[in-house]
């Protein structure tokens, strides 16, 4: 396991640095590498935008997070997603993309929405607080989601689990970060799951970074 603090991420999304991200993601590659993995996922979903950044000089393959949830949502039956998580994560392509892949429709929160559930996960649970207005807003996003047609949401962030679950959300959810945990404990212990894509192995020196 290795990362470079959620501060330094924070620099370069603030400033729509993607492209320093995916070095901050390479570095980590390069040094799990070095240390013995043999794949490596990526529990934050924001900064899967990077990837593109990363794969073509990648020491190891990718086990991709949106993968992990559209597989889970084709097995479960689910047509059409909600989609929560941070702005830069809602706004970006990097579900959109992959779902349509597989037939999935999704509903992304509307600008107002955005805003506040972006405030809720970096000014409140990002510092351990959780407020039972925060989980109350979420819910009403996710009625207004099922209202639309969606028929399961899912938490793209990690801290959302933390105030939303099966047991209090309108629809049923797809915990992203779980749902990584245990595809890659699954491909750990027996190899590739049916149906889930790794980015390819390029067998491209790792650079000195």
Known sequence: ??????????????????????????????????????????????????LPYVEP?????????VDVVAARAVERGFRCLGLTGTRWLVDSEVYPEKLAVRGLRYVRPNTTERDEINRIIMDELVYGVFKPEAAAYLRQVIGRMKDEGCDAVVLGCTEIPLIMNDSISPL???????????????????????????????????SAA
Not at 1 to 12: F, N, Q, W
Not at 18 to 27: D, H, T
Not at 184 to 205: C, F, S, W
Request: charged fraction near 20%; glycine fraction near 8%; aromatic fraction near 6%.
């Open 1 to 50: 396991m290795h990362t470079h603090s959620l501060a330094e991420y924070m620099e370069c999304i603030y400033r729509g640095d993607w492209q320093g991200v995916g070095e901050l993601m390479f570095s980590s590659a390069n040094k799990l590498a070095k240390a013995g993995a043999d794949f490596l996922i990526c529990p934050d979903n924001t900064i899967h935008q990077a």
């Open 57 to 65: 000089h990648s020491p190891l393959p990718w086990l991709h997070i």
């Open 172 to 206: 049923p959810t797809l915990d992203s970060t779980r749902l990584l945990a245990r595809a890659a404990l699954g491909r750990a212990v027996q190899g590739p799951e049916p149906g889930l894509i790794e980015t390819p192995h390029l067998d491209l020196k790792p």
